[in-house]
C-alpha cells in the first residue's frame, strides 16, 4: 500500500484544491486496518520533515504495524506546494544533498549508534531511536526517480528499492544507468527491487491488456508494478480489471537486471 506524500492535490493531475490527506497519518490509519499489506508512502519528499523525526515516524509506523513500514524517499519536487505552505524549497542539487544525508540519518539511527551525526545540511547530538524498528534489520529503503547522475546512484549505493517512471523501453535505459552505478560500486544490481509505475493504462483496459503490458515491463527487469485506481468508479475499476489479472500477473517472473 502507498499513498503520495502531497499537501496539495499535484495540479497536473487534479485540481491543488481537491482532497489530499497527509500520507503518514493515512498510513498509520491503514496499519491499524490491516494485517498484511506492506506501508509507503511513494515517495516521502525529503524537504517536508527533518530526517530524524522521519526516522522515528517510519519506525513507530513499523513498530505498531508488526514491522511492515518501509521508507520510501525522494528529493521532492512539487514547488507550488512548498511556497504554498512556506516550506523551504532549496535548489535541485541542495535537495539531493539533503537526500543523502536523510538516507545516511535514517541509516544511523537504525543501528547500534546513538552518537552524533554531523553533515553539512543536518547536525544531531545523538541518533537515538528507542524502540527500534521491528523489521530486520530495519525497514526497507525505496528511493524514487529515475536522475541518472544522482537519483540511480543513490539507489545503487542505499536502496533495498527504486521506483522508475516511463513505459518499458524508458525503464530498460534506466536500468542499463543502474547496473553501470552498482557496478561502479561492486553491488550486484538484483539485490533491488525494481518497481515501476504502470497507470498509462485506458480505463476501458482489458484484463489481456493489463497483463501484456505487465510483461513488457518483467521483460526489461520490473518485478513489481505499481498502479493506481482511475475512472469515476475507481474501485470498481480496480476489481473488475486488475483482480481477476492477479494470478496471470503473479506467474510472470522479471528478468534478471545482471
Known sequence: MSFMDHFFQMDWMAPATDPMLEGY????FVAG??????????VTGVTYRHPALLAKTVTTLDVLSGGRAELGIGAAWYEREHRGLGVPFPPV?????????????????WSDDNGAYVGRHYQLDETLCSPMPVSSPRPRILIGG??????LRLVAQYADACNIFGGPAEVAHKLDVLRRHCDAIGRDPNEIEVTAMYRDLPTDASVDDVVRGAEEFAAVGVSTLVTGAMGHDPGAWLESTFAPAMDRLGAIEATPLA
Do not use: D, N, P
Not at 94 to 106: G, S, T, V, Y
Open 93 to 109: 542539487a541542495e535537495r539531493f544533498e539533503r537526500l543523502e544525508e536523510a538516507i545516511a540519518i535514517c541509516l544511523q539511527m
Open 33 to 42: 486496518s490491516t494485517k498484511r499489506l506492506r506501508l509507503r508512502l511513494l
Open 25 to 28: 497519518t493515512a498510513l498509520g
Open 146 to 151: 529515475g536522475g541518472e547522475r544522482k537519483t
